[in-house]
């Protein structure tokens, strides 16, 4: 009796310690049908500086490489500026994740991935981003991320 009691409130003990480390990530994703098949929309996509050709809030994309990294600084239309690094591509499977390395968004530890995949006749285009929210409450980030994502595979929705 004494040994089934441990393991009862052995578990929430460590589900307390790890919370209390920050060991859970916040996630936010937005998937969308696309009309066209996946290889046109992986076209738009899986250029890692093409997003200033397709996302609304971004201006001007410029891509740099440093000590073999690739990265991309995005200037948004409203001024802000955001560096990203991309950490892996993978064009077979249409998918790339990339992190923000510096910008205004209220995250730390952000790694996103957008990816491409056949559905039917057309596509299925996912965005997944996990992240610590940085000086705003969790829900506020993670709405924010989710409609930075939609508002970008909105438009990719319109691909044909």
């Known amino acids: 009796m004494a040994y089934a009691l441990k393991k009862i409130w052995i578990a929430p003990a460590l589900l307390v310690g790890l919370m209390s480390t920050g060991a859970f990530a916040l996630e936010a994703k937005v998937e969308k049908a696309v009309a066209a098949d996946a290889a046109k929309v992986w076209a738009a996509v899986g250029d ?53 390395v510096e910008g205004p968004l209220p995250v730390k530890n952000y790694t996103s991935t957008l990816s491409v995949k056949a559905d039917g006749a057309g596509s299925k285009l996912s965005w997944v981003g996990n992240f610590d929210a940085n000086g705003k409450p969790d829900a506020d980030v993670i709405k924010l991320i989710a409609g930075i994502y939609d508002a970008g595979a909105s438009e990719l929705a319109k691909i044909k």
């Open 48 to 100: 890692f500086c093409g997003i200033g050709s397709w996302h609304p809030a971004v201006a001007k994309c410029v891509a740099s490489e440093k000590d073999g990294k690739k990265f991309r600084e995005l200037t948004l239309k409203d001024g802000a500026r955001l560096i990203e690094r991309l950490e892996a591509s993978d064009t077979s499977a249409m998918s790339y994740t990339y992190s923000i």
